[in-house]
């Protein structure tokens, strides 16, 4: 989408691996930005841009090094207010007539404090609640001359220049991280900083869902949409919002694979045929996957085989209805951004996702993606904008090769039957002791060994789980929870008495990395 109608602001990352958090914290403000790699920014696309303000993120690199990357000098023209973050401060200062030096002793890393100077300024309006403030450096270099033009209006122990502003041309820099946690009060400046540059916060899901609509029918015209409905937030979200543009041009097809867990597709179809009267293809797949499947135990072959399968059928529906034109993806941001890399090798593929891509090419259709500019929450607040129940938006991701990756080893339908009656017993006692939406993602694996056990005056050998759930922001990393002996003691009781096949239940305390959050 290239709608420019809201206000923009503009991020030019310089590789921190925080920059993302900028761009939430802006978000969180109603200020549209967006994050470019410097190497991408050149004075046509600042023109092309037309950004109300601009953002220099930190990054790994050094100002001293010859090559170290640098905005455009056009930037500093462009007359709007700019705010640099460690190296977006430093490049700033090397590029205006200050000077940066080498770490040797001055290097910050971690929590620091920052005391004011005596004069006001605007950016830390309410800021300095107390005689310093707790903020987040992480910085070898250091500025050891500001550039002409500038003051200082915030000093640490190891950065004299904690906070400087060149108040005349609205140039702003500031050695530590405000978009960080451990900044406490960080978002502050930038809300400060907004302010100051005129947004008037017209970034919200409401305004976004009738521009969305109004590009959905212009890209779309009257070509015939179809969409890979999995039950996940971002594909129904997506699905709702061009249903709402293009109505009965879009055709939904949810593929059943057989993997999805206890009454996953009766409730997801029926939760789509109840609100949203939208055509839906419910195509019960699931003796051709787990057909293919059988004696597969192999991860990677597992998710191939899926991935292929699921194509193949999403091809022949398209055919059924006649084709397509446009296939509907809910793309998010974070897979848009492009992230600058300063190591340059490839990065090792952990697992292969499971999505539909090839397809738009293999059937020559074109892409539909209206949520590409939105973070997951916000993609939570525009599915509660178009009425989508609250329950299905807070759920749990549930990846797209659904139990398999659950079920280590030999995929079986029994071991399939007694994952799905485990795993709802968990998730009802998450449920039942209110710790479901503190959770990112829970679930049961089964593990394919037997173990031997004793139930009334019987020998039992029957198999043993894993319970696993994580709290996490993307996905990318993970932390076990922390349930109480409590809980996961009446859990185990709870699966062990009401689940036949499970004698044995362990709890999963693996951080990602060094695990991941699938067992597959
Ligand atoms: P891992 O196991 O890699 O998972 O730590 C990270 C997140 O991604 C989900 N996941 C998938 N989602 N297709 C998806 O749509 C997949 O093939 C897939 N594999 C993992 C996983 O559930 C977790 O939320």
Redesign the pocket.
Known sequence: MTEKSHERLLIIDFGSQVTQLIARRLRELNVYCEIHPFNTVDDAFLKAFSPKAVIFSGGPCSVIDADSPRPPESVYTLGVPILGICYGQQVMMQMLGGQVERGHGTAEFGRAYVTPSDADLELLAGWFQTEREQVWMSHGDHVAKIAPGFEVFGTSPNAPYAITADRARNFYAVQFHPEVHHTPNGAMLYENFVRMAGFSGDWTMGAYREQAIAAIREQVGDGKVICAL?G?VDSSVAAVLIHEAVGEQLTCVYVDHGLMRKNESEEVVGMFREHYNLPLIHADESELFLGQLDGVSDPETK?KI??KLFIDVFEQKAKEIGGADFLAQGTLYPDVIESVSFSGGPSVT??????VGGLPEKMGMKLVEPLRELFKDEVRALGVELGLPKSFIGR??????GLA?RCPGEITREKLDILREADAVYIDQIRKHGLYDDI??A?VAILPVRTVGVMGDGRTYDFACALRAVT?VD??T?DYYPFSHEFLGETATRIINEVPGINRVTYDITS?PP??????
């Open positions: 999995s996940g998710r899926i991935g952990i697992k292969s996702h499971h999505n749990h991701p549930f990846p797209g090769p990756i990112w993602q679930f996490s996905g990318m993970a990602k695990g991941t959050i699938e067992w597959e």
